[in-house]
């Protein structure tokens, strides 16, 4: 162990079996260079890298034997874990972006020839807290996967034709249907995907549009609405 001030230069192996402190610049150059940190317990940390500012901590094995590699974020009052590969090669992000929520009673006898927003009343999950009042507001900019079930009830042959929509600040997705069936329908269900492209503080929402008929369709509280940052 020791202390090493300036700029030390490593033609060979440098060995260090005690605590050190090193003050400035460390260069490497060989064919291979390669840096072996050893733990004898095989439990403890092996590397840990951080910037000055404390902005980034990346944490090799982190007290698991099998080896995992962390990288947390430092904000100066709390360090929290972003990501983290483990043993197997599962990466986990706890801090990325997803929801998953669903209508939580019966929206009853919707409005005929109108956009009518699914009131949301149950939160399954929320990681990032971006979803509120029915709607998902996007925390930065990014691809979502969002993901439609829309479950409904007492679904009316006589309408025109019903939209089941994704809305976003950038675009509408949307499914029509042809309610031309020999009766109504006392279950109908539609499952609705797409990969959107959303800019930070965008919104998205879903909407029913019933085109004539009679105003005698629910929205079930099966219905669920679901989206996570892909990139």
Do not use: C, W
Not at 13 to 19: C, D, P, Q, S
Not at 129 to 142: E, H, L, M, R, Y
Not at 164 to 179: E, G, H, L, Q, V
Not at 225 to 230: E, T
């Amino acid at each position: 162990g020791g202390s090493f001030a300036g700029n030390v230069g490593m033609g060979g192996t440098l060995a260090v079996t005690g605590a050190s402190t090193l003050s400035s610049s460390l260069a490497m150059t060989s064919n291979d260079p390669t840096i072996t940190m050893t733990d004898s317990s095989g439990t403890n940390d092996i590397v840990t890298l951080q910037s000055t500012s404390g902005a980034l901590i990346v944490t090799a094995r982190d007290g698991n034997a099998n080896g995992e590699i962390i990288f947390k974020g430092d904000t100066g009052s709390a360090v929290t874990e972003h990501m983290r590969i483990n043993a197997i090669g599962a990466v986990t992000m706890p801090n990325q972006p997803a929801f998953l929520v669903k209508v939580g009673s019966t929206q009853t006898n919707i409005a005929l020839n109108g956009y009518v927003t699914v009131v949301i009343g149950t939160e399954i999950f929320d990681v990032g807290g971006n979803f509120a009042s029915n709607t998902f507001t996007a925390p930065v900019t990014g691809k979502y996967q969002l993901n439609a079930t829309f479950y409904m009830l007492a679904l009316d042959t006589g309408a025109t034709f019903y939209e089941f929509a994704i809305n976003t600040s950038n675009r509408k997705y949307s499914i029509d249907i042809d309610p031309n069936f020999s009766g109504d329908l006392t279950y109908y269900a539609i499952n609705f995907n797409v990969l959107a492209d959303m800019d930070a503080s965008d919104t998205s929402t879903l909407t029913i549009y019933q085109s004539g008929g009679t105003q005698q369709t629910d929205v079930s509280a099966n219905t669920t609405f679901s989206g996570y940052l892909v990139a």
